[in-house]
């Protein structure tokens, strides 16, 4: 069982991590849908003419934003899941065997839902 000053320090932690990852997501949001080659904004292109090679790299630098935005989308759940957990008083505990995740590795990974020993099963 964790104390409540170590819980309290994970909560804050969460809470500031949440805060920034949201701030990048609508970051990375605006990138990807500003970065259409539309003409609008800076850099405007409707005078000139449109190269295959630009189309091409402004398509991998939309598709490449949006697996971000979709990795960041899927902490930025772990995370609430986490904030959910300590509310419930069962934030530490491993989803999959019950057990206790280690402190440390709540300090590498404050939002991760499973000990190592489950993690690494996962991964096989």
């Known amino acids: ?20 990852l949201r701030g990048e997501y609508t970051q ?35 598709e490449f934003t949006l697996s971000l935005m979709e990795r960041e989308e899927d902490t930025l759940e772990a995370i ?16 999959e065997c019950g057990g206790q995740i280690r402190k440390d590795r709540l300090s590498a990974l404050p939002f991760t839902p499973l000990c190592v020993k489950c993690a690494a099963k996962s991964q096989r």
Request: aromatic content about 4%.
């Open 1 to 20: 069982m964790m104390r409540k000053a170590d819980i309290k320090a994970f909560k804050q932690r969460l809470l500031s991590l949440r805060a920034r």
């Open 28 to 62: 990375l949001a605006d990138s990807a849908l500003n970065n259409t080659g539309n003409g609008s904004g800076v850099g405007d292109r409707s005078s000139m003419p449109i190269h295959m090679a630009d189309l091409g790299s402004d398509a991998f630098e939309q």
């Open 80 to 95: 609430d899941s986490a904030l959910e957990k300590i509310d419930a008083g069962t934030y530490g505990e491993c989803e």
